[in-house]
């Protein structure tokens, strides 16, 4: 970095969409990939000051023991079971061992709630695109999203203006699987919800709903942060 005389590095190449890669490319990207970077950022004579981070919810998990809305102090009800969670925890893991290390640079790691816009193409958004959409029988979980301008603006004002440390970013509220599909227009389809991992793979692979195993967790019990902290930075 100090070849280029970069004093900041906003890091947004973090997969969080286990569809688009097997599990030693989400790996080899939100592991390695980090591990790399900060090495560099990290080295004698860097000019690196400020590194943002994007991460995700992804890295609280979705069980029925969660709180309501999780804080950026509290932890996963339980171990990852995703691949995809894996990488994430491990990447920040690394991103604030690198934080310890290199006390002369602000870090700042934003996990940022489910991703919708009309550039996007996501499993969820995928499946409210549809005419129908798959939920869990007997569940209608509450959901919490961020629209993708949003995210742009957040990595912005967290780049000249918040401070270091983790952020929750997402809309104040959450809204019933059932009125989201609602507001997009599609009418819900619900499983069985036993034995998901059954019938998830061919659904997906025959096109009909996108139902990788980071998704099933959030349609049986939704996910809910605490965006205030972020709040209070002044986004």
Same mark, same amino acid.
């Given at each position: 970095m100090s070849a280029i005389g970069a004093d900041t590095i906003v890091h947004t190449g973090l997969m969080v969409d286990s569809t688009l890669g097997s599990s030693n490319?989400?790996?080899?990207?939100?592991?390695?990939g980090t591990l790399n970077l900060l @090495? @560099?950022?990290? @080295?004698?004579?860097? &000019?690196v000051r400020k590194l943002v981070v994007k991460s995700s919810g +992804?890295?609280?998990? %979705? &069980? =029925?023991?969660?709180p309501y809305a999780f &804080?950026? =102090?509290m932890t996963r009800s339980g171990p990852p079971r995703t691949s995809v969670e894996r =990488?994430? +925890?491990?990447?920040? %893991?690394?991103v604030w061992d690198f934080a310890q290390d290199s006390p002369g640079v602000d870090v700042t790691l934003l996990r940022f709630a489910n991703v919708l816009g @009309?550039?996007?193409?996501?499993p969820l958004s995928r499946n409210l695109s549809r005419s129908v959409c798959p939920s869990l029988f007997g569940y209608d979980p509450l959901l919490q999203f961020i629209e993708q301008g949003d995210v742009v603006r957040a990595l912005v004002h967290a780049t000249l203006r918040a401070e270091a440390g983790t952020f929750n970013v997402g809309g104040a509220g959450r809204l019933p699987l059932s009125e989201v %599909?609602?507001?997009?227009? &599609?009418r819900i389809v619900p499983l069985p919800p036993w034995q998901v991992g059954m019938y998830a793979g061919p659904l997906g692979r025959l096109g009909v709903f996108d139902l990788p195993p980071e998704v099933v967790p959030l349609l049986r019990y939704g996910r809910g942060m605490d965006t205030k902290r972020f709040a209070d930075t002044g986004f």
């Open positions: 490319r989400l790996h080899d990207t939100n592991v390695i @090495a @560099a950022a990290g @080295a004698p004579g860097s &000019t +992804l890295v609280y998990g %979705a &069980t =029925s023991r969660d &804080t950026e =102090s =990488s994430l +925890l491990d990447a920040e %893991a690394l @009309a550039d996007l193409n996501t %599909a609602s507001i997009c227009g &599609t």
